[in-house]
Nanobody, 117 residues
Framework: QVRLVESGGGLVQAGKSLTLACAAS????????MGWYRQAPGKQREVVAG???????TYADFVKGRFIISRDNAKRTVYLQMDSLKPEDTAVYYC???????????WGQGIQVTVSS
């Protein structure tokens, strides 16, 4: 039973920082591709950042230089450090795990991030 639980969201002012965490239970976390997605009201879900099991990271252009994704396999947790937040970063952020072996995606419940101007 794979479960992903996000934490760390909330309301912050523009220019400030938040760090999201996604704790995973079940499955072989260390072999998963992990990612963060977000969805703003009325918008499509979009990928924010990804990190493969070997540690290589990718970022959407709109967060490059501001967000950092990392993982701690011992803690079975992936993080998203968000700096220099902008109002347009306001969205529900979702943790995603992709199990290549089982060709299966797992999703967290989502967590709200609101950035005030």
């Amino acid at each position: 039973q794979v479960r992903l639980v996000e934490s760390g969201g909330g309301l912050v002012q523009a220019g400030k920082s938040l760090t999201l965490a996604c704790a995973a239970s079940g499955g072989t976390f260390s072999t998963w591709v992990m990612g963060w997605y977000r969805q703003a009201p009325g918008k499509q879900r979009e990928v924010v950042a990804g990190i493969i099991e070997a540690g290589r990271t990718t970022y959407a252009d709109f967060v490059k230089g501001r967000f950092i994704i990392s993982r701690d396999n011992a803690k079975r947790t992936v993080y998203l450090q968000m700096d220099s937040l902008k109002p347009e970063d306001t969205a529900v952020y979702y943790c995603n795990a992709y199990d290549v072996k089982e060709v299966r995606n797992y999703w967290g419940q989502g967590i709200q991030v609101t950035v005030s101007s």
